[in-house]
T-cell receptor
Framework: GDSVTQMEGPVTLSEEAFLTINCTYT??????LFWYVQYPGEGLQLLLK?????DKGSNKGFEATYRKETTSFHLEKGSVQVSDSAVYFC???????????????FGQGTTLQVKP | EPEVTQTPSHQVTQMGQEVILRCVPI?????FYWYRQILGQKVEFLVS????????KSEIFDDQFSVERPDGSNFTLKIRSTKLEDSAMYFC??????????FGSGTRLTVV
């Protein structure tokens, strides 16, 4: 079945460092790809998404490009802040599968810790 | 901005008791979901609901679980006889079309 794999965490960076969180996926169809962020004690917030190959999602300085050839959707940010400390989840939703229920399949999450 | 509202935010229950987790999806959304996240683990799909019936459920969603949309506003998840391993954060989500979501802030269920 469809699956999402993220790099192991935690990722610890200094403020203003460059961030990459790797995400690869396996899907039989043509999924939409998402990054969600979970701040401590809070729920899931959509960070960005891409619905087809070569699309770039971006929000709040974060970017990710849908790469069909490498089945990847890596999250990047040029200069992280302490306030970016959170757990980041990569996810996919294959609208053409599962009777179009649109369920999300999540990766295991990557904890980002940014130190001042 | 419209929100998905979940209540309660935290529920403690004794093993074997029934619990009902409540959600109020966004009013014009048509697709509804429950997910759970065991502490420190990934978010897992439980069930999707559309047109007043379950459209898909995972292996986790066994006979102990049920969902209902009793009044066109609320969307509930019932666990009939809770087990220790049901302790988790439960997230409700709704969507107007498949594939784009608004999540609630979650209910933390603790089974003791």
């Amino acid at each position: 079945g469809d699956s999402v794999t993220q790099m192991e965490g935690p990722v610890t960076l200094s403020e203003e460092a460059f961030l990459t969180i790797n995400c690869t996926y396996t899907a039989t169809g043509y999924p939409s790809l998402f990054w969600y962020v979970q701040y401590p004690g809070e729920g899931l917030q959509l960070l960005l998404k891409a619905t087809k190959a070569d699309d770039k999602g971006s929000n709040k300085g974060f970017e990710a490009t849908y790469r069909k050839e490498t089945t990847s959707f890596h999250l990047e940010k040029g200069s992280v802040q302490v306030s970016d400390s959170a757990v980041y989840f990569c996810a996919l939703s294959d609208l053409r599968g599962s009777g179009n229920t649109g369920k999300l399949i999540f990766g295991q999450g990557t904890t980002l810790q940014v130190k001042p | 901005e419209p929100e998905v509202t979940q209540t309660p935010s935290h529920q403690v229950t004794q093993m074997g008791q029934e619990v009902i987790l409540r959600c109020v999806p966004i009013s014009n959304h048509l697709y509804f979901y429950w997910y759970r996240q065991i502490l420190g683990q990934k978010v897992e799909f439980l069930v999707s609901f559309y047109n007043n019936e379950i459209s898909e459920k995972s292996e986790i969603f066994d006979d102990q679980f049920s969902v209902e949309r009793p009044d066109g506003s609320n969307f509930t998840l019932k666990i009939r006889s809770t087990k220790l391993e049901d302790s988790a954060m439960y997230f409700c989500a709704s969507n107007q079309l498949p594939g784009g979501y608004t999540f609630g802030s979650g209910t933390r269920l603790t089974v003791v």
